[in-house]
């Protein structure tokens, strides 16, 4: 039976991962070490901790002694490393929680592996690892930059972050890579483009706009909205993570990615016509709709909402253009592929958000409100 140690599954990725791997496998055990700050939420993952096979604690990737106790009680074989701040608008705002989280406490947790997972030296001096276990850093594309118009992330494209969130993933990268160069530490990395679908917090682009629709509010789209990302449904990054980390190469990065380029304002308007479309089709939902410019149907009035609640607002400082994975590696050496296309996968994500509004709300009754006033008020 493997252990698991998976941090950060009480936010959006790592929840989603925590739900595959329990759904997937009966014969492991999975600890969750989660710090619950304002992007983790215990509610998202009740039902999991509840398994017998899953334990929760909450702390911090930080907290060198809690790690300590962890290790030698449950002898972890994996380490899926999820947890850090990522989001770019508060990083911009406040870089250093960045760089002790990304950058100190994964360091911190490589320390406490390698404290717990070391046997002994090889003649040369290099450690000796315990068989069968990995260290896994959960990484982004962001690390490489922002491209042209044309042209693909690799694995071999330098590293070239912009924003402080993605420079403390490219230092915490390097210095997952120095383990593995300088003590051989079994450890791999994936970098996925942006991730959508269930339990995604309502302050990045998707369920924002979905909320901001329903509430009748402004749908700020930064700059022209022409920026561009490559999107990939959650659970296609999950199953990808779990073939690297079952039957990836140690020292090796893997790039995730769906070849599903949209601009941001293709993306504001793909959700406006898919409310629009599911109230059509649910009638149930148009309650929802806290807006008053609804038709003599109780539908959402939908040139209001284009014409009307559309906003082009100041842009992101040091806004990356365009982002885009080439996936050929983790494909032909490990078979992944993306499963679930773009046009299903955002009905899929809109239809989860119309019906589970009490899960948006329990996530956004504590200080999001302030947040979302300081970000967007004078913007
Ligand atoms: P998230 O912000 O939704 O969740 C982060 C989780 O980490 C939260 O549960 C939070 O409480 C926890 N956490 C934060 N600091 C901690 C600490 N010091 N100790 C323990 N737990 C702590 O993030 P997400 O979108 O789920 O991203 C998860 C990982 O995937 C991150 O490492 C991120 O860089 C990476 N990633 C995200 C995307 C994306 O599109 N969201 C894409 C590629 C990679
Ligand atoms: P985000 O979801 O924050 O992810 P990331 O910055 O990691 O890619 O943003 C996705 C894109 O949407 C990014 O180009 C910024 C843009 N954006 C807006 O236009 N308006 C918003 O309110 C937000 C949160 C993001």
Redesign the pocket.
Same mark, same amino acid.
């Given at each position: 039976m493997k252990t698991y140690l998976v941090t950060g599954a009480a936010g959006f990725i790592g929840a989603n991962y925590l739900k595959y791997l329990l759904g997937k496998y009966d014969d492991i055990r999975v600890v969750v070490l989660d710090a619950l700050t304002y992007a983790g939420n215990l509610g998202t993952i009740a039902k999991d901790i509840d398994n017998e096979r899953c334990h929760f604690f909450k702390g911090n990737i930080g907290d060198s002694e809690l790690l300590d106790r962890l290790f030698g009680e449950y002898k972890f074989d994996y380490i899926v490393n999820f947890a850090a701040e990522?989001?770019?608008?508060r990083s911009i705002e406040d870089p250093q929680l960045f760089l002790m989280t990304n950058i100190l406490g994964t360091q911190n947790l490589l320390n406490a592996a390698r404290r717990a997972w070391v046997t002994g030296k090889d003649e040369a001096g290099y450690p000796m690892w315990r068989k069968g276990v990995r260290f896994h850093q959960v990484s982004?594309d962001?690390v490489y930059g922002s491209l042209g118009e044309d042209g693909f992330f690799t694995e071999a494209t330098p590293l070239c972050p912009h924003?402080p969130?993605?420079a403390s993933k490219a230092s915490a990268d390097m210095i997952v890579m120095a383990y593995f160069d300088t003590y051989k530490m079994p450890a791999t990395i994936t970098r996925c483009s942006?991730n959508y679908g269930p339990y995604?917090f309502p302050?990045?682009? @998707?369920p924002? @706009?979905i909320k901001n629709i329903l509430e009748g509010k402004k749908?700020?789209?930064?700059?022209d909205?022409s920026?561009?990302?490559d999107w990939l449904y959650v659970e296609d990054h999950c199953k990808a993570i779990d073939l690297v980390v079952t039957k990836g190469i140690n020292g090796e990065v893997y790039n995730v990615g769906g070849h599903n380029e949209k601009t941001?304002l293709e993306?504001?308007k793909t959700i406006i016509a898919h409310i629009h479309q599911s109230m059509i089709e649910h009638p149930e939902y148009r309650s929802l709709l806290k807006t008053k410019e609804k038709d003599a149907d109780g539908l959402p009035a939908i040139d209001w909402i284009n014409d009307g609640l559309i906003n082009f607002?100041k842009d992101?400082l040091g806004?990356?253009q365009r982002?885009a994975i080439d996936p050929t590696k983790i494909t032909e050496t490990l078979g992944w592929e993306p499963e679930t296309r773009f046009e299903e996968g955002i009905v899929t994500t809109i239809d989860w958000y119309l019906k589970h509004q009490d899960w948006v709300n329990q996530v956004t009754s504590g200080d999001y409100q302030s947040y979302y006033d300081k970000?967007?008020l004078k913007r």
């Open positions: 990522s989001h770019v608008d982004t962001e924003s969130y993605s942006n995604h302050e990045k682009l @998707i924002l @706009i749908l700020p789209v930064y700059g909205g920026n561009v990302r941001n993306i504001v607002v992101r806004h990356d982002y970000m967007y």
